[in-house]
């Protein structure tokens, strides 16, 4: 009896041992290329695994079980294994996944090139693994049409998080969205000569790019379907949901100090000279101190790792994602008044989770968030002499340094499931929050003179939204060719705050050192030399004061409904309508419609027109302080007014509404083989733009030379073009790749709404300058990749087109130059087109690990040389093709 048992249970133990096989292969497109990435699972599992960068893929499944092959953009496929060790696939583009709807579309049945309306959609590891670029921003300036982002220097809180932009409108004007969930936008309003003057928006690089799975770029008005701020665009990011995998990278890079600039009109140790040879200032200490020559400088070391888990049986997991970053500030050659001119220093680290837990066959639940933390080191405008230095504390003059800590907090919790009769059911809550804090280092307050420190807590300022989801939706296959119906709400609450600093950072203290509190009772000290008083506040940056901390919050409540219907097998006709009701200015209604029609096997066209509207941000509203301005190297004590405050009534400026748009787009598509091609034409108008004023001098405010404040100051107009085209093929025994991006626009301010304001100083010629600026002319990028063996090369030549901005000069006499007409022609700085190219040469070392070198900007290209008037105090200004140079990069990828 024991023998049988033993027998039986042998048997059964074989059985099972042999029930499990190992599989190999490899999977391809329908042209024999690699696919990278590739979801293969054991349906009805949660058993999985991912092509490698050559498009091999090993899994261990049941001899009789069914394999399911899929990627965005093609058909998934279901292949029973049939006790077979090896099975190739070769996959057609075709349908999205089923589980994952492409922003701008609530069907679960498009593709990128299928839809109404132009939507890009970016592989990140695609992308990142043949480029040096480190940041988001960097990535999608090469990889995008349409969209542009500037790194600023000497523009406060704005060297420490980049504006971006869609086709040329403000970067509060497209809408971020991580996984389909709303993202909470800065705290961080522009002020300063920026790209997005007067502007919020969503900073991208918060998001680590090793937790991104694919970024979708909507380029299309879409306030109808997703709420405010999607005048200009969508932008979503799809975070990483495989398992058992482990991927990371680590990098390092540096940018060439070796500027082309002519100093013949110089003399040694002129004001023109700074950070040229012999004339470099010291990043390590205070006070305008001469440090060493260097070779390159902005050092860059950025490490990331991913990691997933699988949670249950069912297909749940849980992905992992930790980087790290230290960059070291950059310097260019610049102008006395600016000696600190160059990019910021970063100290960062970042982690974003994603999962999802299937409950039951019909439901599961998911979460997803994260926090991002950063250290930043930005130099402020020099201060040489004058009230403003203490020589016994800085006897060279100084440099202030503007530091801020930047922490993004963010969890979204939801529930899917579907309901009877096929209706898919989503209730999701989403928080977020953003806090910038600044510390202002190698400072003084001048009006303690001798006893000032040298490093003060200067307050700062928090953003955060609560967004609450609740969406219905179904496909309706037996209606006309496929019907996707939708509807929903949205309940959004939002805080903004400002806290003040310590009163060293504010306060202008008496001759005793005591805190100024009554001007008529206490003595201002005076500058030995001059007999002016010193001022207070510290110097770069003056903290926030008691009187300008804010607490505001308001709400909003939203309904929406959309559908989306294939009359034919070529005619398709989307519609969505949204109604919003603000707790602090009221109602709006927009609506959308789009359709698309297939004249052939290949050609698609597309056309689109809706309504939009932007709510004026709780920053705009509350944000104000008081600081020193720079105009032309001289400082102007300002005061930065918030719209409810009665110094803007005074000023004429009525309180902020709604920004209004009107969006029209019309494209077509086509797919021959290899190549594929999109083009895209679109309108865009806007009125009562929210724009930050110039500065008001005919005010009657004590201690006050000037004041401005937002106010819906413009309407525009913008035509433009995008452009994408592609081409995949074999070449011999590798694989070629092309790709041309391009963008042409024309933005028209067609009214400035001053009423009896001066023109000049409520939005004059140089503000119009600024917001002509973030949309230039055009933008094109030709990006070629062939990989042969285990060797893959890349490299992208992209061309900026001219900017023109104006510079201080502005705010000189006209009288001094003949006329107004002839100021502004002195004034106006011409940055010619330029031509940028970047290279990367990557080496397979073994299976799972891939080295590769290279450069961006690798021939040196700097923006053309403009005189001491510009806005940062440099040599040039800050524009879309950069201002730091040549930057060298090595980079190790793994994959286990």
């Known amino acids: 009896m024991k023998k049988s048992i033993f027998l039986v249970l042998a048997l059964l133990l074989s059985v099972v041992v042999t029930a499990q096989t190992s599989i190999t292969g490899n999977i391809t497109d329908s042209n024999g290329i690699a696919l ?7 349906k009805d599992t949660n058993n999985g695994a991912t092509s490698d960068f050559d498009g091999n893929y090993t899994i261990t499944a049941n001899y009789d079980a069914i394999l399911v092959f899929s990627y965005v953009g093609f058909e998934t496929q279901e292949v029973p294994v049939n006790s077979q060790s090896s099975i190739n696939i070769s996959m057609t583009e075709g349908f999205a996944l089923d589980a994952v709807q492409l922003v701008g579309s609530r069907s679960p049945k498009r593709t990128a090139t299928d839809t109404p309306v132009a939507i890009d959609v970016i592989s990140v590891n695609d992308v990142i693994t043949q480029a040096g670029k480190i940041e988001i921003n960097e990535l999608l300036q090469y990889a995008a049409p349409s969209f542009n982002a500037n790194k600023q220097s000497g523009s406060d809180g704005a060297d420490h998080v980049d504006p971006a932009s869609l086709r040329g409108l403000g970067p509060d004007q497209t809408l971020v969205l991580i996984n389909g969930k709303r993202r909470h936008q800065s705290s961080l309003v522009n002020i300063f000569g920026t790209r997005g003057r007067g502007n919020t928006g969503t900073d991208l690089n918060a998001i680590p790019t090793s937790a991104i799975k694919r970024i979708e770029i909507l380029r299309d008005g879409a306030a109808a379907q997703y709420g405010s701020d999607a005048i200009a665009g969508v932008i979503n990011i799809v975070l990483k949901d495989g398992t058992d995998d482990l991927t990371g990278f680590l990098s390092y890079g540096a940018y060439s100090t070796n500027a082309d600039v002519d100093t013949s009109d110089f003399q040694d140790g002129d004001y023109g000279v700074w950070n040229t040879d012999g004339f470099r200032l010291d990043t390590d200490r205070d006070g305008n101190a001469i440090g060493d020559d260097q070779s390159f400088d902005g050092g860059s070391v950025k490490a990331g790792v991913n990691y997933g888990v699988k949670l249950g049986t069912g297909g749940g997991f849980a992905n992992f994602t930790a980087e790290y970053l230290s960059k070291n500030k950059t310097l260019r050659p610049a102008f006395d008044f600016r000696k600190g001119f160059g990019e910021a220093a970063i100290d960062g680290f970042n982690f974003m989770g994603n999962l999802a837990y299937p409950v039951s066959e019909k439901t599961e639940i998911y979460a997803f968030g994260g926090r991002n933390y950063r250290d930043t080191d930005a130099f402020a405008f020099t201060r040489n002499g004058g009230t403003r230095v203490i020589p016994s504390i800085y006897p060279n003059g100084f440099t202030p340094r503007i530091t801020s800590n930047i922490i993004y907090n963010s969890v979204s919790v939801g529930v899917r499931t579907e309901l009877g009769n096929e209706w898919n059911a989503d209730i999701s809550n989403t928080w977020g929050k953003n806090s910038f804090h600044y510390f202002i280092k190698g400072t003084l307050n001048a009006s303690l003179q001798d006893a000032s420190p040298t490093d003060f ?43 003040a600093g310590e009163a060293g950072s504010y306060g202008t203290f008496d001759e005793n050192g005591v805190l100024i509190t009554n001007p008529a009772d206490q003595t201002q000290p005076v500058d030995p030399e001059s007999g002016d008083v010193r001022p207070g506040g510290s110097q770069g940056f003056p903290g926030y004061s008691p009187a300008n901390e804010v607490d505001r919050s308001r709400s909003n409540v939203s309904l929406y409904a959309d559908a989306e219907v294939d009359l034919s097998e070529s005619f398709l006709l ?23 029609l297939k004249v052939g096997d290949n050609i698609n066209l597309r056309a689109s027109a809706s309504t939009g509207f932007r709510a004026p941000s709780l920053v705009q509203i509350y944000y104000n302080l008081r600081f020193t301005n720079f105009i032309g190297g001289v400082a102007v004590e300002s005061v930065l007014s918030p719209n409810n405050s009665p110094v803007t009534a005074s000023l004429g400026i009525g309180p902020l509404k709604e920004e209004t748009a009107f969006n029209a787009g019309l494209g077509v598509t086509a797919k021959f083989g290899a190549f594929t091609a999109t083009v895209d034409g679109y309108l865009i108008n806007i009125k009562d733009r929210i724009v930050l004023t110039g500065n008001f001098t005919e005010i009657n405010i004590p201690g006050i030379e000037a004041a401005q404040a937002f106010a819906n100051g413009a309407d525009t107009e913008t035509l433009g073009v995008d452009v994408v085209l592609s081409y995949r093929k074999k070449l011999g025994n590798g694989t070629f790749g092309a790709t041309l991006i391009g963008n042409v626009n024309d933005m028209e301010i067609t009214d400035v709404k001053n009423g009896s304001l001066d023109e000049q100083t409520f939005f004059g010629e140089r503000d119009k300058a600024f917001l002509l600026a973030s949309a230039p002319d055009n933008k094109f990028a030709l990006n070629l990749t062939y990989g042969i063996d285990k060797w893959n090369f890349a490299t992208s030549v992209t061309h900026f087109s001219d900017v023109e901005l104006l510079d201080f000069q502005v705010f000189e006499d006209p009288a001094d130059y003949g006329g107004f007409d002839n100021l502004i022609a002195a004034a106006t700085d011409t940055y010619e087109a330029k031509f940028v190219t970047d290279l990367t040469i990557g080496y397979q070392l073994s299976e799972g690990t891939k080295f590769s070198i290279g450069s961006n900007n690798l021939l040196n290209v700097y923006p053309d040389q403009q005189d001491d008037w510009t806005e940062a105090g440099g040599y040039w200004d800050s524009v879309q093709m950069g201002f730091g140079g040549a930057y060298y990069f090595a980079r190790l990828d793994f994959n286990f």
Not at 488 to 494: A, D, L, N, S, V
Not at 574 to 588: H, K, L, M, P
């Open 36 to 42: 990278n990435g590739v979801n293969v699972v054991e």
């Open 457 to 499: 807590d200067a307050g700062g300022h928090t953003l955060s939204q609560n967004t609450v989801n609740l969406d219905f939706s179904k496909y309706f296959e037996d209606v006309a060719n496929g019907l996707n119906v939708a509807f929903g709400g949205e309940y959004r609450t939002e805080n903004f705050t400002i806290f």
């Open 574 to 596: 989307t519609g969505a309508a949204r109604f919003e009701n603000y707790s602090d200015f009221g109602s709006t209604i927009n609506g959308k419609l789009a359709t698309r």
